[in-house]
């Protein structure tokens, strides 16, 4: 088992940035590939970010390339999303996720355990 924790939401203005982090406990991580989704509310969970096992290889949702980027430290355990230039439409809970392969991955169904969530609220 997996167990992911996610950190850094907060309140921003636009145009601001955050630093979401999620910390893995249970089992390494080094395997799988690392994912970001979020959820608005009334919305459907939309992926954001996906990164692979190495960190080689990065996937992004087109409303966010160029402003958010996606990294790992697999001697730590962790994965973050760098955030910048937010936008109000980026208001979300953002979840982190833990796939069932190593390559990139967009769909929810790729990924094997979730964490609880952290709120991101962009005001303008």
């Known amino acids: 088992q997996v167990q992911l924790v996610e950190s850094g939401g907060g309140l921003v203005q636009a145009g601001g940035s955050l630093r979401l982090s999620c910390a893995a406990s249970g089992r390494t991580i080094s395997r799988y ?8 509310p009334g919305k459907e969970r939309e992926f954001v970010a996906t990164i692979s096992w190495n960190g080689g290889s990065t996937d992004y949702v087109d409303s966010v390339k160029g402003r958010f980027t996606i990294s790992r430290d697999n001697a730590k ?12 439409e980026d208001t979300a809970v953002y979840y982190c996720a833990a796939g069932v392969y190593g390559r990139t991955l967009k769909f929810g169904a790729e990924y094997a355990y979730w964490g609880q969530g952290t709120q991101v609220t962009v005001s303008s």
Do not use: E, H, I
């Open 77 to 88: 355990n962790t994965v973050s999303l760098q955030m910048n230039s937010l936008k109000p």
């Open 33 to 40: 590939a690392m994912g970001w989704f979020r959820q608005a």
